[in-house]
C-alpha cells in the first residue's frame, strides 16, 4: 500500500501543473486580444479630452484634466448632433419597419403552409448575396425621381429593403420553434391569424426581435456607402457621412477627430453593454436554426 | 386553417414590395444599364458588351481584383483563423468567460468609419501613434501607407473589426457539440490539441463554411475602411472603391453596373469554389 499511496499525489500534482500552465496560456492569449479590443478605445476616448497638439506629441499620456474644448468645436462647428438626430431617425426608422413587415413574413414561412414556400426560402437566400452595389445606381435613380434623395426616406427605404432578408430568415427560424401547443389555445379562443401574430408570436418573439432589430440597427448605423450616395447633405447627414467628411476636411485636427471618434462609437458601446445578451443570444438562435 | 390564402398575401406583401422595389427591381436595372453606355440618367445609349469587353482590359478593375483576393486571404488566414482559435481556447477556461465574449464583440459594434478614422490616427506621418512608438525607440519613421504597405494597413483594421462576430458563430456551433462527446475523448485520454483536430473541428465543420462563405462574400462589400484610409491610393484599391469611383464620382452608371454584375458574379462563384473544396458529410446529431 505505501509505494501507491506516495506515488500517487506525485502524479496529481504533475497533471496539475500542466494543467495550469495550458490555463494560463490560454489566459493570456484571451487577455492578449481582449487588449487589442479595449486598448484602442481608451485611447481614443483618452485623446478626445486634449488638445490637438498633445495628441500629436503625446498621445500615451493620460488626459491629466478633461479639456472639452473639442467636444464644444463638435457641437458648434461641426454639428455632430445634428448628425446624431439623423441617424438615429433613420436606423431606428429602418428598425421599426424591418421588424414589422420582416416579422409579418417570417410569421408567414413559420407557420403557413402553401406551395411555393420552399423556393421562396431559396429566393430569400439567393437575395443575401446581391450587395449594395449591384442595386445602388438604380435606387439612386429612382429616389432622385421621386424625389426622396437626400431626405429621411432616402435612406430609410433602401436600409428596409436590404435588412429585410436577413432579419426573416432569422426571425422564421426562431418562431418555427415555437411549440404549436400555444397557437392552438389562442384558436380554440377564436382569435384569427392576425391576433395570433400580435397575442402569440410577437411576445414569444421577443428575444429573436430585440436581436434582429440591434443587427439592423448596428448595419444601418455603420452603413458608409449608401449614406454617401443617398443622404449626403448637411440637413439629412448621418454620423458616419459626418466622420468621413471630418477626416477630409479637419484631418489635421487630431483632437476634433479623437473626439468625433468618441462621440460616435460610445453611446453604441453603452448600448451594446447593456443588451450584449440579447446580440449573442441572437446570433445563437439565427444560426442555429436559421 | 380558413382564409389562410389572404393572410399569406396580406403578410408578404409589404416585404415583397419592398424586396421588389429596392432590391430586384434595382438589380435587374443594372443587369439591364450595364449594357448601356450612359452619360447621366438621361443620355443613354447600347453598346451590346462594349462594357465587358472593357472589364477584361481594364486595368485597374485587374488590380483591384487581385487586391481584394489578397484582402479575403488575410480575411480568411486571420480573421477566421484567430476566430476559431479564440473560441477553442475559451472553451477550455471556466472563469471570466463572459468578460471575453463580451470585449471580443466591441469591435463588431463599431462603425468600421470610426474604425478606419482611428487607424488614420495611428497611421498618420508625423504624429501617429505608431511613429510616435518608433520614435521613442529612436527607430526611423516609416511611412505605413506607402505603395508596398497601404494594402497590409487597410487589412489589419478590418481583419479586426469582425473577428469577434465569428468567434460568437464559432462558440455557438462549439455549443451544441453533445457534452457526452468530450466525456468520451476525455475517457479515451485523449488531449486536448488532438480533441480539437480530431473533434470539435469536424464537428462544426458545417458552421466553419458558413463562416467562410460570409467571410468571402463580406470581403467582397470591403468599402469604408479602404476609402477612408488610403482612398484606395498606392495598391489598395478594392472593387467596392473601384465601383464606387466609376459609377458615383465618374457618374458611369453602365460601365459601373457592369463592375457590380462582375461583383456579384465573382462573390457566387467564390462561394461555390469554397463550399466545394470543403465538401464534406453533414453531421448531425
Known amino acids: 500500500m505505501e509505494p501507491t499511496i506516495s506515488v500517487e499525489p506525485n502524479v496529481r500534482r504533475g497533471e496539475y501543473r500542466r494543467f495550469k500552465l495550458s490555463t494560463v496560456f490560454i489566459y493570456l492569449v484571451l487577455t492578449a ?11 481614443i476616448v483618452n485623446n478626445s479630452f486634449k488638445v490637438s497638439r498633445d495628441v500629436m506629441n503625446n498621445s500615451f499620456s493620460i488626459a491629466k484634466e478633461f479639456n472639452m474644448i473639442n467636444y464644444t468645436t463638435a457641437f458648434d462647428r461641426i454639428n455632430i448632433g445634428k448628425s446624431y438626430v439623423n441617424s438615429l431617425i433613420m436606423s431606428g426608422s429602418a428598425v421599426i419597419l424591418v421588424l414589422i413587415f420582416g416579422g409579418l413574413a417570417a410569421y408567414v414561412l413559420a407557420r403557413f403552409n402553401f406551395a411555393g414556400k420552399k423556393v421562396l426560402y ?7 448575396l446581391i450587395p449594395a452595389f449591384a442595386t445602388v445606381v438604380p435606387v439612386y435613380e429612382l429616389l432622385i425621381k421621386t424625389g426622396t434623395v437626400n431626405t429621411y426616406w432616402g435612406l430609410i427605404l433602401p436600409h428596409t429593403a436590404g435588412n429585410l432578408t436577413f432579419a426573416i430568415l432569422v426571425m422564421a427560424g426562431y418562431m418555427s420553434t415555437i411549440p404549436k401547443e400555444l397557437e392552438e389555445a389562442a384558436f380554440i379562443d377564436g382569435s384569427n391569424r392576425w391576433q395570433m401574430f400580435y397575442k402569440v408570436f410577437v411576445p414569444i418573439s421577443r428575444p429573436v426581435f430585440a436581436s434582429a432589430s440591434i443587427f439592423v440597427f448596428l448595419w444601418s448605423y455603420n452603413d458608409l ?3 454617401l450616395i443617398f443622404v449626403n447633405k448637411e440637413n439629412v447627414r448621418p454620423i458616419v457621412a459626418l466622420l468621413n467628411e471630418i477626416s477630409s476636411q479637419y484631418g489635421t485636427d487630431f483632437g476634433l477627430m479623437a473626439t468625433a471618434i468618441t462621440l460616435t462609437v460610445i453611446p453604441v458601446l453603452i448600448v451594446y453593454l447593456f443588451i450584449s445578451k440579447y446580440i449573442q ?10 | 386553417m380558413k382564409g389562410d390564402r389572404k393572410y399569406i398575401f396580406m403578410f408578404l406583401f409589404p416585404s415583397a414590395l419592398f424586396l421588389t422595389v429596392f432590391l430586384y427591381y434595382p438589380f435587374f436595372k443594372s443587369f439591364y444599364l450595364s449594357f448601356y453606355r450612359t452619360k447621366g440618367f438621361f443620355d443613354k445609349k447600347f453598346v451590346g458588351w462594349d462594357n465587358f469587353e472593357r472589364l477584361f482590359t481594364d486595368k485597374l478593375l485587374g488590380a483591384a481584383t487581385l487586391h481584394t483576393l489578397e484582402l479575403m486571404l488575410y480575411v480568411l488566414l486571420f480573421q477566421v483563423g484567430i476566430a476559431l482559435v479564440l473560441a477553442v481556447l475559451i472553451e477550455g477556461i471556466s472563469r471570466f468567460k463572459d468578460f471575453y465574449r463580451t470585449v471580443f464583440f466591441f469591435p463588431v459594434v463599431i462603425s468600421g468609419t470610426a474604425i478606419s478614422l482611428l487607424f488614420v490616427l495611428f497611421y498618420n506621418y508625423n504624429f501617429g501613434l505608431l511613429n510616435n512608438i518608433l520614435a521613442n525607440f529612436g527607430i526611423e519613421k516609416i511611412f505605413w501607407l506607402d505603395e508596398g504597405n497601404a494594402l497590409k494597413a487597410v487589412a489589419i483594421p478590418t481583419v479586426w473589426h469582425y473577428v469577434g462576430f465569428y468567434f460568437i458563430l464559432f462558440l455557438t456551433a462549439m455549443s451544441k457539440i453533445p457534452a457526452d462527446y468530450y466525456e468520451a475523448a476525455r475517457l479515451e485520454g485523449i488531449g486536448a490539441i488532438k480533441r480539437t483536430t480530431m473533434l470539435t473541428i469536424p464537428l462544426i465543420m458545417s458552421d466553419i463554411k458558413v463562416v467562410i462563405t460570409l467571410a468571402i462574400t463580406g ?4 468599402f469604408e475602411f479602404v476609402w477612408v484610409i488610403t482612398s484606395g491610393q498606392n495598391g489598395s484599391e478594392v472593387l467596392g472603391t473601384y465601383m464606387y469611383k466609376k459609377a458615383m464620382v465618374d457618374q458611369n452608371f453602365g460601365y459601373g453596373s457592369a463592375i457590380a454584375i462582375y461583383m456579384v458574379i465573382f462573390g457566387v462563384l467564390l462561394a461555390l469554389l469554397a463550399n466545394r473544396l470543403l465538401k464534406r458529410d453533414e453531421i448531425t446529431y
Not at chain 1, 431559396?122 to 443575401?128: H, N
Not at chain 1, 443570444?281 to 436559421?290: C, D, S
Open chain 1, 225 to 227: 456607402f449608401s449614406a
Open chain 1, 281 to 290: 443570444q441572437g446570433l445563437t438562435e439565427g444560426a442555429v436554426k436559421g
Open chain 2, 219 to 222: 470581403t467582397l462589400k470591403v
Open chain 1, 122 to 128: 431559396s429566393l430569400l437566400y439567393a437575395t443575401l
Open chain 1, 33 to 43: 486580444w481582449a487588449m487589442t479590443t479595449i486598448y484602442p478605445l481608451f485611447w
